[in-house]
């Protein structure tokens, strides 16, 4: 059973969707001994992070999250949900995250080319700095979809894969149990597809 964290933020249903397309076991939740018995998590989030951070503590779920990824459970944030995995962001202003990764979350804005859009809307190749089984159907240059105005950094030891924006942004991050996607999976057709799949197979490292 795969539970996906419903704390008031997130495209929650379209990402259901896709897991029961590939076959998955799905529940939404915010039900505490729900997510305890679930198999795997994944925390959805879009929007502002210090609101979406707000709710996930006043909710008591980010240390439900804490103790099952103490506890191994495997967890992948997407969008929103990845960069609150981090330490901080500086999303108008300095706002603690998870601290399930070591890392912080800046503006797009003053890092990339002036004249590219922030946010960066659109279709973009993944390039892999290591292997990870997260991605053991896909190769090098596979498209996906992203949304944001903000990326992780300082955030090597983490990292698997990079995007260019006019830069080499954070794609997506791993250690251990805990991973998670700057782009969104369920809107990224057959790669995004492979890539839930292969987090339901386990993709640990």
């Known amino acids: ?12 249903f379209s990402l259901r969707s896709s897991l029961e397309y590939i076959g998955q076991q799905v529940i939404i939740t915010a039900d505490k001994d729900e997510i305890r018995r679930a198999d795997k998590l994944i925390l959805p989030g879009v929007g502002a992070f210090a609101d979406a951070a707000k709710k996930l503590r006043d909710s008591g779920l980010d240390e439900v999250l804490r103790e099952e990824v103490a506890r191994g459970k495997e967890l992948m944030g997407i969008c929103l949900g990845m960069q609150m995995l981090f330490e901080k962001s500086y999303e108008f202003g300095e706002h603690d995250g998870l601290g399930l990764l070591k ?7 003053g890092v990339i080319p002036a004249e590219l859009k922030i946010p960066h809307i659109g ?3 993944l390039h892999f700095d ?8 896909l190769k090098e240059g596979d498209c996906v979809y992203f949304v944001h105005s903000y990326f992780a950094m300082d955030c090597a030891d983490s990292v698997i894969a990079t995007a260019e924006y006019g830069k080499e942004l954070t794609a997506a991050v791993a250690k251990g149990n805990v991973m998670g996607c700057q782009f969104h999976p369920e809107k990224s057709g057959e790669v995004g597809l492979n890539i839930l799949r292969a987090f339901c197979e386990g993709a640990s490292v």
């Open 123 to 125: 279709w973009n190749e």
């Open 130 to 137: 290591k292997t990870h089984p997260l991605f053991r159907y």
């Open 1 to 12: 059973m795969i539970a996906i964290l419903d704390y008031g933020v997130g495209n929650l």
């Open 103 to 109: 890392g912080a979350v800046v503006p797009m804005q």
